[in-house]
């Protein structure tokens, strides 16, 4: 388990040297000197101790899901507040009272019921990453992936799982979710250039492709609409 946590906040705090790391591990095999991998002013001991393939699904998965509750905590206290500062305000009244706690409950439901379904959730969405960056790799074919093509299961496989290391942000109250959002796009980006050696501009092309995906269903579902109602 200290091996699991090791590597999950190394991924956390050093995503381009550590995916530099998984890299030229799986090119040139064991080092006797890990922290050459890193410029001298950073200090990556605990590189040494890391696990060849990076983390597990199933190791990812529980390590994220525990840094979520940190934040189904912080939404309970911002609950509990707005409840405390709603009755402050508007004092005994009964009818309102009786649709606070239809909401209080509404709303507590909902934030266990993302607990449950956080790691599900995470599962689909890794799937997805990890397709599309396989996809990517074969789209541009250079020397570089072609070198890894045999490999690109887990070279996706650990670029993905490394940028789940950012719900460790999540422990930030309230712009937790913000900043782990947009440092899991910078992890992959960081994965794309150090491990799986795309340049700059295929990597913003690769990282934009979710953004297309959605463009394009949602373009093609109000197709479907508007040819259905023409029909009639």
């Not at 890391?50 to 390590?63: A, M, N, Q, Y």
């Not at 890894?148 to 712009?175: G, M, W």
């Not at 796009?185 to 794309?192: K, S």
């Amino acid at each position: 388990m200290t091996e699991v946590l090791n590597l999950y906040f190394n991924c956390a705090l050093h995503p381009f040297a550590q995916q530099e790391y998984f890299r030229k591990k799986r090119q040139v095999g064991a080092y006797e000197n890990q922290l050459s991998l890193v410029d001298d002013e950073n200090d990556i001991k605990s590189l040494a101790q890391v696990k060849d393939e990076g983390l597990t699904t199933i190791e990812v998965l529980s390590c994220s899901w525990l840094m979520y509750f940190f934040k189904a905590f912080y939404d309970l206290m911002a609950l509990f507040l707005g409840w405390s500062a709603y009755n402050f305000f508007q004092g005994e009244n009964y009818d309102l009272h009786i649709f606070q706690q239809t909401g209080q409950k509404l709303a507590i439901y909902s934030i266990l019921l993302k607990v449950i379904l956080f790691p599900i959730l995470l599962w689909f969405y890794s799937k997805l990453w990890i397709n599309i960056i396989k996809m990517s790799s074969y789209v541009f074919s250079d020397e570089n992936v072609a070198a890894a093509e045999k490999d690109i299961n887990i070279i996706a496989t650990q670029i993905v799982h490394s940028s789940l290391s950012t719900h460790i942000f999540l422990v930030i109250p309230f712009f937790g979710e913000m900043v782990q959002f947009l440092a899991s796009l910078v992890y992959i980006y960081a994965g794309l250039r150090r491990n799986l050696g795309l340049n700059k501009l295929q990597s913003f092309l690769v990282l934009l492709t979710p953004a297309f995906l959605v463009f394009l269903a949602t373009s093609l579902m109000m197709v479907s609409i508007v040819m259905l109602i023409l029909s009639f």
